[in-house]
């Protein structure tokens, strides 16, 4: 079945807004720009698109929703995170991908993916209820190694 996209990214937002404002608000995300609807959301920043954060990837043609801590133009960061691997993946305790960026080199991404069933909101439910502790884990790491990079507030 094709879904609209854009339709879709509005139900996802809003059910994500409606999970975070049951559990009194544990971080912030910032889903639009320039007044449209993204398929993409930062945490804790005043902008949606920014080199540097906890990122959350609603993807339609791929079904998932990708949790990542993403950094762009920064390798020197990303050894940083790189140096304390082991550490970091105990932190954040769920099997999480460290990969480089596939349109550009200087992209690099700590990520994990939740599958989704496309035009199921209960599903968005589901996988929201199990993003929120890992983002959660998310902001633990980045505020270790590099808050004021990673956060506005």
């Known amino acids: 079945m094709k879904y609209?996209?854009?339709k879709e990214q509005e139900i996802f937002w809003d059910c994500f807004d409606e999970k975070l404002a049951e559990k009194g608000y544990p971080f912030g995300i910032l889903h639009v720009k320039a007044g449209k609807v993204t398929p993409w959301a930062t945490v804790n920043k005043n902008k949606s698109f920014v080199n540097t954060c906890i990122a959350i990837d609603f993807s339609v043609r791929s079904k998932t929703l990708r949790l990542n801590i993403y950094i762009r133009n920064n390798l020197s960061l990303f050894s940083v995170l790189e140096e304390n691997k082991?550490?970091?993946?105990?932190m954040i305790g769920v099997p999480v991908e460290w990969v480089q960026g596939s349109k550009n080199p200087n992209?690099?991404?700590i990520k994990y993916d939740i599958p989704l069933k496309i035009g199921d909101k209960d599903d968005y439910g589901r996988a929201i209820e199990k993003a929120i502790p890992i983002v959660e884990r998310f902001i633990v790491v980045c505020r270790k190694y590099a808050e004021h990079e990673f956060f506005d507030y």
Not at 86 to 90: G, K, R, T, V, Y
């Open 4 to 6: 609209d996209a854009e």
């Open 86 to 90: 082991a550490e970091i993946n105990a």
């Open 107 to 109: 992209t690099r991404r």
